[in-house]
């Protein structure tokens, strides 16, 4: 299978490929390891954020109303280089209450083990963007995720040397230039923004189209 022509002169990772590695809510490393590695034209994806968006206004909008100061996702926007590879991501809110500054993310959908990696990365990243060491110098940093019936908070201790190593190694493994195995199943492959050219295992998955005579 070939690779494409364009290789980035650093990989580059959005949190949440990452997350939904660590959280094992994904098992394909190689739509990351391509995405991180080279420029590829994307399959366009026809999600619908809106019950998202919707949750993330109401929630600064809760916050507003109570004189809270919070900011919200393209304010919070981050790209950090590290020395082998470079980590974006963006977090929902990030909202200044006393002394602590907290990191939250929105989940309209079903719950899934990355959502807490995500918001982990989130708290390890942040404090380096520009507006996250102004943010952060005199504040303790926590995360939150929000879920349509509950939001759980996320203690400064998660954040510690196992999450901080399982993280490290994830990029290491993903910045090398061996590729991992691809690892298809339906609906890895049916929301992956690889096209076939780059990968032809989503071919092997597809549903049949037409009735068989068994049944
Ligand atoms: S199409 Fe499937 S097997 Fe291929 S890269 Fe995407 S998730 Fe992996």
């Known amino acids: 299978m070939q690779l494409p022509t364009k ?3 650093k990989p580059y990772f959005w949190a949440t490929s990452i997350s939904n590695l660590l959280g094992e809510d994904k098992q394909c490393r190689y739509s990351v ?4 590695n080279y420029e590829i034209e994307k399959l366009s994806s026809d999600s619908d954020f809106s019950a998202h968006d919707e949750m993330v206004k109401n929630r600064a909008r809760q916050y507003r109303g109570q004189g809270i100061k919070v900011y919200v996702e393209e304010q919070n926007s981050f790209h950090i280089p590290g020395k082998i590879a470079t ?7 990030v909202v200044l209450e006393g002394d602590r500054i907290i990191i ?14 995500q918001v982990l990365i989130y708290m390890l ?8 060491k102004q ?8 995360g939150r995720l929000v879920y349509s019936d509950e939001a759980i908070d996320i203690l400064p201790t998660e954040l510690d040397e196992q999450f901080k190593n399982s993280f490290s190694q994830m990029i290491s493994m993903l910045c090398a230039s061996t590729q991992p ?11 992956c923004n690889i096209p076939n050219h780059f ?4 071919k092997a998955i597809e549903e049949p189209t037409e009735n068989n005579d068994l049944f």
């Open 7 to 9: 290789k980035r002169s």
């Open 33 to 36: 390891w391509l995405n991180a």
């Open 87 to 93: 980590v974006g991501g963006r977090p929902d809110l």
């Open 104 to 117: 939250e993310d929105c989940k309209s959908g079903k719950r899934k083990n990355a959502h807490r990696f």
């Open 125 to 132: 990243l942040y404090r380096f963007s520009p507006m996250g």
């Open 135 to 142: 943010l952060c110098s005199d504040r303790v940093l926590t």
């Open 181 to 191: 195995p691809k690892i298809p199943s339906f609906y890895e492959c049916k929301y």
């Open 199 to 202: 990968c032809s295992e989503r």
